[in-house]
């Protein structure tokens, strides 16, 4: 269980964010959302009005939400960094830099803040956990999606490196690496209910179907939870056998 954790989603409207604040509230956790929407105060409320118990944090850079967040609450126990960027098709000779600036910055950079801005919290209590939401095609490449897969895998290796740098203080820092999962981001309605197009794209997938919300958001709570305390430095896979 998940009792008393307090836990912050980046970007909660997207990507696995959704599936992970069920899963985690459902397990007792407390959930602070972040979200580029909640700039907005009628966002934020109906946010908070559709999902009983949930804070919207007003404040979008990470420093500020964090302390918009320590305010509240006092403590955080989960940064899950549920970072979402476009998968913008090109080959390399045709790419913008422009692009893969925002890949970066949005899949890399971001990231990168979060972290930083939480840290000095875990630090102090000695404990805590990181979890960055990212994707499993660094782990194999993918032709013609090299911003992308750049952005995503450097975030992976950003996984490696503070896991490393901060066991000594007691936080668990890993990755949770999805691909053909469920999302309205990356697989819309109308590819997933078309019959042709959903055989084309799991075909490639060794059990034969997409990953559903739930399954991510369940991977997401055991990666939050205490029988992951001995786990980090970890790209977990979530990609039906892909990868």
């Known amino acids: 269980m998940l009792d ?7 970007n909660i409207l997207d990507f696995t964010g959704q599936p992970a604040a069920r899963e985690l509230a459902s397990r007792g956790a407390t959930i ?3 979200d580029g929407a909640f700039g907005d105060a009628a966002a934020r409320k109906a946010f908070e009005a559709e999902n009983k118990g949930m804070t919207a944090l007003e404040n979008q850079e ?3 939400c964090v ?3 320590l305010e509240k609450f006092d403590q955080l126990d989960v940064l899950i960094s549920n970072d979402i960027g476009d998968a913008k098709r090109a080959k390399i000779d045709e790419a913008s830099l422009d692009d893969f600036r925002d890949a970066l910055e949005s899949m890399t950079v971001a990231p990168f803040a979060f972290a930083k801005a939480v840290v000095p919290g875990m630090k102090a209590r000695q404990q805590g ?5 990212t994707s499993a095609t660094p782990l194999k490449g993918l032709p013609n999606y090299a911003m992308y897969v750049t952005a995503r895998g450097a975030t992976n290796t950003l996984t490696l490196t503070l896991a490393h740098e901060l066991a000594g203080d007691n936080i668990q820092v890993n990755a949770l690496a999805p691909n053909f999962v469920e999302s309205p981001a990356y697989f819309p309605k109308e590819l997933v209910e078309n019959p042709e197009t959903l055989a084309r794209i799991t075909k490639n997938i060794p059990l034969g179907r997409l990953g559903k919300p739930q399954e991510v958001g369940e ?3 055991f990666l939050a939870s205490d029988s992951s305390n001995f786990i980090t430095g970890h790209v977990m896979p979530f990609a039906g056998g892909w990868a």
């Open 62 to 64: 990470p420093e500020a």
């Open 219 to 221: 991977a997401i709570a």
């Open 129 to 133: 956990k990181i979890i960055f939401i």
């Open 67 to 69: 302390a918009e967040l």
């Open 4 to 10: 008393g954790r307090i836990i912050l989603i980046t």
């Open 32 to 34: 602070v959302a972040h």
